[in-house]
C-alpha cells in the first residue's frame, strides 16, 4: 500500500499542499512548528481513525480558514483508490468524505480502505501510560487485519455503558437489580471475542517484538509482552470452547454484581484488560529508562507494520515523527531497514539528521507550504 499523491488546504497550517511521495522513502525537513506533524496528521485523517498526536476534530481547522479539504489517491496492492475529506468552519458536525467518488459520513468507513502504522514522541505511553492506551492500541492493530472486528469493540463498549448506566439505575431503585444480568449474556459473547482476538494478536505479535527490540539494543536486553486477561486468568483463550468461556465471562460477572453496585460500576471485564510489558523481566513502566521506553514503543509500532505485512501480504503506509534525528547511526539503520520495504513519511528539521543513503524524496516545510528539494 502506498500513496501516490496527496493535497491538503486549510488544514491546521498547511497550505495548498499537493505532492506525488515517493513510493518508499520521503523525507519532511524544516524548522519547528512549521507544520511537519501537521502534514503527517493529515494522512492519519484518511484512516478514519482518532488523531495519533491527540488533536481534537474541531482544531483540523486552521486558524483562519473558512474550511479544510483533503485529497489522496492511494494503490492498495490492487488498485489505486481515492479519498476526499473536507469540513467547512460554519457546519462542523457535517464532515464531506469520500470513498472512489462515493459519499459517506463517517469515519469510520475509510478503516477498511487504508492503513497507517504511526510513531510519535507521544506514543511513550503505550509503555508508560494507561493501561486503557494499551488496549486500544492491541484493538485498533487487530482490527486492521480484520476490519469487521471493529464492530465487536464498538459494541464491548456501548454494553459497558448500558450496563453501568443499570447498575446507577438499580442502586436509584428505578429497576431490579437482577434486571442488570440482562446485560451479561450480550457482555459475554463480544467479551469472549474481543479476548480471543487480543490474545491471537498479542500470541503473534510477541515474537516480532522480541527479534527486533534484540537487534536494537544488540541483544543485551530482552523485551517480552503478554495479554493479561482481565477474566480469565488461567485458562486457554485459544483453546476453550466458546461456550465454556462465556458461562464463566456470566459467572465472574454474576458474582461481582454486589461489588458493582457498591461501587456504582462494572469491575470486572475485558475493559481491565492489560498488555503487560518487561525489560529483562522487569516493567518497563516501572522500571524502565526513557530511552528503554521510547525503543520499546518504537517496537511496538515496527512489529505492527510487520504483522500486517505478514498477514495481509501488503505493506501500510508508515509516518515517523521527529524520531530518527536524535539516533545514532547504527539505530538509523536498524529501524530503516525494518520498514525499507514500505512507504515511509519520516519529519525531521535537517536531512543532514538522516545518516542513511538517501534514495527517496526529501521536502521541505516552510509556514505550512510544502516544497520538494
Not at 518508499?24 to 512549521?34: E, P, R
Not at 447498575?167 to 434486571?179: G, T
Not at 539516533?327 to 545518516?355: G, P, W
Amino acid at each position: 500500500m502506498h500513496i501516490t499523491e496527496f493535497s491538503a488546504d486549510g488544514f491546521r497550517n498547511l497550505q495548498h499542499v499537493h505532492f506525488q511521495p515517493d513510493k518508499n522513502l520521503n523525507l519532511i525537513t524544516g524548522n519547528n512548528a512549521q507544520g511537519k506533524t501537521n502534514l503527517l496528521d493529515a494522512i492519519w485523517l484518511m484512516t478514519g481513525c482518532k488523531n495519533f498526536h491527540g488533536v481534537q476534530e474541531r482544531h483540523y481547522l486552521g486558524f483562519s480558514a473558512d474550511f479544510f479539504q483533503c485529497s489522496m489517491k492511494f494503490h492498495d496492492g490492487r488498485r489505486e483508490q481515492q479519498i476526499k475529506y473536507s469540513l467547512e468552519r460554519r457546519q462542523q458536525k457535517l464532515k464531506q468524505i469520500s470513498i472512489n467518488g462515493v459519499c459517506t459520513n463517517k469515519p469510520a468507513n475509510l478503516f477498511e480502505a487504508f492503513h497507517c502504522v504511526a510513531f510519535s514522541p507521544a506514543d511513550m505511553e503505550l509503555v508508560d501510560g494507561s493501561p486503557e492506551k494499551r488496549r486500544a492500541f492491541m484493538d485498533l492493530c487487530a482490527c486492521q487485519l480484520h476490519p469487521d472486528s471493529m464492530r465487536y469493540v464498538s459494541k464491548a463498549s456501548h454494553l459497558l455503558e448500558q450496563r453501568n448506566a443499570g447498575i446507577q439505575q438499580a442502586i436509584k431503585n428505578k429497576i431490579h437489580k437482577h434486571d442488570i444480568l440482562l446485560w451479561d449474556s450480550q457482555l459475554a459473547q463480544v467479551g469472549v471475542f474481543i479476548s480471543r482476538m487480543r490474545a491471537e494478536y498479542i500470541k503473534n505479535l510477541s515474537p516480532l517484538c522480541e527479534n527486533l527490540y534484540g537487534l536494537i539494543t544488540g541483544g543485551q536486553e530482552k523485551l517480552r509482552i503478554s495479554y493479561r486477561n482481565a477474566i480469565y486468568t488461567n485458562t486457554s483463550l485459544l483453546k476453550t470452547s466458546t461456550t465454556v468461556l462465556e458461562n464463566e465471562y456470566k459467572k465472574i460477572l454474576s458474582e461481582h454484581l454486589e461489588n458493582d453496585f457498591r461501587l456504582g460500576y462494572t469491575l470486572k471485564g475485558i475493559h481491565r484488560d492489560e498488555l503487560i510489558i518487561t525489560i529483562n523481566d522487569k516493567p518497563v513502566h516501572l522500571f524502565g529508562s526513557q530511552g528503554q521506553k521510547k525503543t520499546a514503543s518504537l517496537v511496538l509500532k515496527l512489529a505492527q507494520a510487520h504483522l500486517y505485512q505478514q498477514k495481509l501480504q501488503r505493506s501500510p503506509v508508515v509516518l515517523l515523527d521527529d524520531v530518527m534525528g536524535e539516533l545514532d547511526e547504527n539505530r538509523q539503520k536498524l529501524i530503516y531497514n525494518a520498514v525499507s520495504d514500505m512507504q515511509v513519511f519520516i519529519t525531521l528539521c535537517h536531512a543532514s539528521s538522516l545518516k542513511l543513503q538517501k534514495t527517496g524524496k526529501c521536502f521541505q516545510m516552510q509556514q505550512g507550504y510544502l516544497t520538494e528539494l
